[in-house]
């Protein structure tokens, strides 16, 4: 049974940067798209940025400042999350996509992770 496990959130003040980790289990991730979503308080969970065999895509709210990658051999993706502001403070979540479409579409695959909470402040 395909598990995902968020981990790397934290604290960081305005500027700084953190790195995520979606571990799988139970999968291989081997060339699946994924993505990587987050929810802010009283906000909808939405699409942030996801891989497949295509060019990674980035919302708007954090390109040029977040990059998406993957470690096929830990069954790992990485969110790596550089420049940091407030509005970015959310709990963030991975999960699979379904294949064939492109990753944006943002339709899942299973079930979510428990997350990890990414709080920006000074």
């Known amino acids: 049974q395909l598990q995902f496990v968020e981990s790397g959130g934290g604290l960081v003040q305005p500027g700084g940067s953190l790195r995520l980790s979606c571990a799988a289990s139970?999968?291989?991730?081997?060339?699946?798209?994924i993505g990587w979503f987050r929810q802010a308080p009283g906000k909808e969970r939405e699409g942030i940025s996801c891989?497949?065999?295509?060019?990674?895509y980035y919302a708007d709210s954090v390109k040029g400042r977040f990059t998406i990658s993957r470690d096929n051999a830990k069954n790992t993706v990485y969110l790596q999350m550089n420049s940091l502001e407030p509005e970015d403070t959310a709990t963030y979540y991975c999960?699979?996509?379904?294949?064939?479409?492109?990753?944006?579409?943002?339709?899942?695959?299973?079930?979510w992770g428990q997350g990890t909470q990414v709080t920006v402040s000074s």
């Open positions: 999960a699979l996509l379904k294949p064939g479409y492109v990753c944006y579409s943002w339709w899942i695959v299973g079930s």
């Open positions: 139970g999968f291989s991730l081997d060339n699946y798209p």
């Open positions: 891989i497949s065999n295509s060019a990674p």
